[in-house]
Nanobody, 122 residues
């Protein structure tokens, strides 16, 4: 599967952005999906994950209550709605697909998108 992330940009603190990740291939609905982010000089970190059906979601504590992950299997797309953005949310955001059960660990994901930059100004 190939993943294409989009929707990043520059936003003021307190603002919102919606990231999208479009997947190619007919098996998208069989993958759990995750969003990760990587700030300059830092390791890639887990942001959110969603099960193949959309029935289960998980979030990093740092984004819980502000970010929402969702998916539309008919459109082969997973979304990350980001509200109440903070400067510390600034990072390149990546979507990833997991053949197994979605994990907090990047190494367990099988496919990655190219990343989209989110910059939050104070």
């Amino acid at each position: 599967v190939q993943l294409q992330a989009s929707g990043g940009g520059l936003v003021q603190a307190g603002g919102s952005l919606r990231l999208s990740c479009a997947a190619s291939g007919r098996t998208f609905s069989s993958y759990d999906m995750g969003w990760f982010r990587q700030a300059p000089g830092k390791e890639r970190e887990f942001v959110a994950a969603i099960s193949w059906s959309g029935g289960s979601t998980n979030y990093a504590d740092s984004v819980k209550g502000r970010f929402t992950i969702s998916r539309d299997n008919a459109k082969n797309t997973v979304y990350l709605q980001m509200n109440s953005l903070k400067p510390e949310d600034t990072a390149v955001y990546y979507c990833a697909a997991d053949v197994g059960v979605a994990s907090y660990y990047p190494a367990e994901y099988d496919y990655w998108g190219q990343g989209t930059l989110v910059t939050v100004s104070s």
